[in-house]
């Protein structure tokens, strides 16, 4: 049996003047040495020589060499196309990953004003999430009808598939931002039970400092009760023995008047008991 000629395969990244590589506005950290694609410059796809591909002699003379198509589609290798797919997955999880974390940040930031009565309690995470969703929807639905006017084949048709595949995309972004959500929850949760436990550690912390307070304070009292207790008795000790001392010297004084007075007495009664003496004259 003879097998059919199949028509071969027309593979292409873009359309003639349309450029490959996109600019982000994060630095990619995950492929600082660009392993994922390394750009090369391919004058086919650059945007500024636009007015000359579409010239109808340039045209042509790129259909006879078989470098662009009827529908003026770039072609390329199988390899340069894998290597293409795999920079715009790259591309894509990039995107996921910097919106993933600002739609996050706003979850959390719903969470924080929700706990300072900033939000009613009515309003739960899961609206939030559905507001973030509407957000997404819109914004997608504005970038694909914007490049369906720019490539002029808009219709009726084309609406209803931009609505099917805005369907299919809302499917998997609910999946992801419940996903979000959890994490969130979890995060909040877990943080929340680390506070708590912070705050009964510190609870803790401070009724043991009372305590220990309390127990120096009434040292200190009973201290300066000691203090003023000892001081009071050695007032009264000094106190007993100057008045001792100045008991013994009046007992001392009065002793030594007796005593003087006694001898003033004996001094005089020696006096008048004394004979008189003799008067012998001598003549010479």
């Not at 290798?77 to 797919?85: A, D, R």
């Not at 973030?132 to 369906?148: C, T």
């Not at 595949?165 to 931002?177: A, G, P, T």
């Not at 010297?249 to 006096?271: C, D, F, P």
Request: glycine share 4%; net charge positive.
């Amino acid at each position: 049996m003879s097998l059919a000629k199949r028509k071969p395969t027309m593979i292409s990244r873009a359309k003639l003047g349309e450029k490959l590589f996109t600019k982000t506005n994060d630095f990619v950290l995950t492929d600082p040495q660009m392993h994922i694609i390394k750009p090369r410059y391919n004058s086919l796809h650059d945007p500024h020589l636009r007015k000359y591909y579409h010239r109808k002699d340039v045209q042509g003379l790129l259909r006879k060499r078989s470098f662009i198509s009827g529908e003026n589609e770039v072609k390329c290798s199988f390899h340069e196309y894998k290597t293409y797919q795999r920079y715009l997955e790259h591309l894509k999880l990039t995107a996921d990953r910097t919106v993933g974390e600002i739609q996050k940040a706003r979850m959390r930031w719903f969470l924080e004003q929700q706990l300072e009565g900033l939000i009613p309690g009515d309003i739960s995470l899961a609206d939030m999430r559905e507001e973030l969703l509407e957000e997404e929807v819109d914004r997608l639905r504005q970038v694909m009808q914007m490049e369906a006017a720019r490539m002029k084949n808009k219709d009726d048709k084309e609406d209803f598939s931009i609505e099917v595949d805005l369907l299919s995309w809302k499917v998997e972004e609910r999946i992801r931002l419940r996903k979000i959500e959890r994490d969130v929850r979890h995060e909040w949760n877990k943080e929340k039970q680390l506070r708590e436990m912070q705050e009964r550690r510190e609870k803790k912390k401070h009724a043991a400092y009372l305590r220990k307070c309390a127990v120096c304070e009434m040292q200190i009292i009973q201290q300066v009760k000691m203090s003023e207790e000892s001081v009071i008795e050695d007032r009264r000790k000094r106190s007993a023995q100057s008045s001792r001392a100045s008991g013994q010297t009046e007992r001392a004084q009065r002793r030594s008047q007796r005593a003087r007075a006694g001898q003033g007495i004996l001094v005089a009664e020696g006096v008048e008991r004394r004979p008189k003496s003799k008067i012998r004259v001598t003549y010479v």
